[in-house]
């Protein structure tokens, strides 16, 4: 067994591993103009994000005070998907900090996975062109439990830890989000916070275990939540 505290840590994709606020932000917008709204600032993206696509689109029409029948939101939220499929990599890249910590981490022995509300086939993608994926053991999307199984629940966090195949492994998980502490917390995982994710620094509020404002801190953190 390695020395570091934990042995599987598990990582959110928006806000967290990766900034994909402008890709996210043009597709969605993109969708919206499409349907006859109007597009939202960029800079609103981060606090519509989390939940999926469907729930991004919900909160987008509700800025403008505009809703939509279930048909026509799931036209304008497959819009979305199929505009952000063709384009997911333009904008989106690891947070400063991000490569060196990952690379830190597995040097440490530990075991790194992906679990996050966006389809699976999506974060496969923008994992695979941003040349990502073969990091982690796991990638884990909002769909890959089938509906109804999103962070907050814990399912996805459990999915994570069986298909480590480790008995009882020592388990962390980092977010930005509530979705994110709720299913650490539903799971019994502690979970760490970045401040520079789509949380827009307004963390108190969301129950973590610990909080980072540089991913230089993520290691440090850790050790200190395992008692090192």
Known sequence: MHNFPFDIVGFDLDGTLLDTKLDL?????????????AAV????????VGGGTRVLMERALAVQGATLDDDGLTAMAAELVRYYDANIAVHSRLFPGGAEMLDDLAGRGVRLAVVTNKM???????????GLTERFYTII?????????????????????????????????????????????????PCVVCSF????????????????????????????????
């Open 41 to 48: 600032p960029l800079d609103m993206i981060p606090r519509l």
């Open 120 to 130: 699976e086939h999506l974060a496969r993608k923008l994992f695979g062109e941003l």
């Open 25 to 37: 932000g043009v597709a969605l917008n993109h969708a919206l103009e499409q349907g006859g709204f």
């Open 141 to 189: 999307g909002g769909d890959t439990l089938g509906p109804g199984r999103q962070k907050p629940l814990p399912d996805l966090l459990h999915l994570m830890v069986e298909r480590s195949g480790m008995a009882s492994p020592r388990t962390a998980y980092i977010g930005d989000t509530h979705f994110d502490t709720g299913a650490a917390q539903a799971a019994n995982i």
């Open 197 to 228: 994710g789509f949380n827009q620094g307004r963390t108190e509020h969301l129950g973590a275990d610990a909080v980072i404002d540089h991913f230089d801190a993520l290691v440090p953190a850790l050790e200190q939540l395992g008692g090192k």
